[in-house]
Each structure stands twice: as structure tokens, then as C-alpha cells.
Nanobody
Framework: QVQLVESGGGLVQAGGSLRLSCAAS????????MYWFRQAPGKEREFVAA????????FYATSVKGRFAISRDNAKNTVYLQMNSLKPEDTATYYC???????????????????WGQGAQVTVSS
């Protein structure tokens, strides 16, 4: 069993930065690829970023590419999302998710994700 706990959300002005963390309890964190999703009020949950088991590869949604960076520290059982040049449209609840699979296909196939965090609110003011 793996528990995921996000932290680091908050209120920031447009153009600012935040770093989200997702800490995992339990063993075998490195067996899981990690994903970040976000969901704004009234909208569907959307993919943000993903990182492979060892952290060597990653991929991003077009909307955040060049502004967000995903990383992980397997020794600390933690995955990060560095968010720069934030825009009001980045306002959402951000969720981390763990999956044994690492692929950009079928990202909205929710059954592929084994564990989810509770979410962290990010609000970007204009």
C-alpha cells in the first residue's frame, strides 16, 4: 500500500512560482512512475506531467511545457512539480498519482493509476 500526500500549494500572483511536493509512504516507491494531474472547478481532470521510475525521462502537457518541471528523489520517496511563470489558467487542484506503467498513451484511463494523493490547491491571481 502506498499513500501519497501533496504539499506546497497556495496563492501566487501571475508570473510567480510554486513547487509542489508529493511524498509517498510505503516501500517500493521506485517501482512507480509518477504523474501530476490538475482539475479546475467545473472542468475535467487533465494531465500535467509524468516522470519515469528512475527519473530519467519525463513528458508534459503542451500547456505547461517550458514552464513546469517534474523531478523525483527516490531516496526521499518524493516527486516534485516546479511551476514557473504561473498563469491564472493554472489555477486548479493538483493531484499526484502513482502507476506501474509509464506511457503517454491512455492518460485518462483512470484504472491505470494505482494510488492518488488528496490534492493541493494552487490559485494564481491576475
Amino acid at each position: 500500500q502506498v499513500q501519497l500526500v501533496e504539499s506546497g500549494g497556495g496563492l501566487v500572483q501571475a508570473g510567480g512560482s510554486l513547487r509542489l511536493s508529493c511524498a509517498a509512504s510505503g516501500r517500493m516507491f521506485s517501482n512507480y512512475a509518477m504523474y501530476w494531474f490538475r482539475q479546475a472547478p467545473g472542468k475535467e481532470r487533465e494531465f500535467v506531467a509524468a516522470i519515469s521510475w528512475g527519473g530519467g525521462t519525463n513528458f508534459y502537457a503542451t500547456s505547461v511545457k517550458g514552464r513546469f518541471a517534474i523531478s523525483r528523489d527516490n531516496a526521499k520517496n518524493t516527486v516534485y512539480l516546479q511551476m514557473n511563470s504561473l498563469k491564472p489558467e493554472d489555477t486548479a487542484t493538483y493531484y499526484c498519482a502513482a502507476s506501474r506503467s509509464y506511457s503517454s498513451d491512455n492518460l485518462r484511463l483512470w484504472g491505470r493509476y494505482d494510488y492518488w494523493g488528496q490534492g493541493a490547491q494552487v490559485t494564481v491571481s491576475s
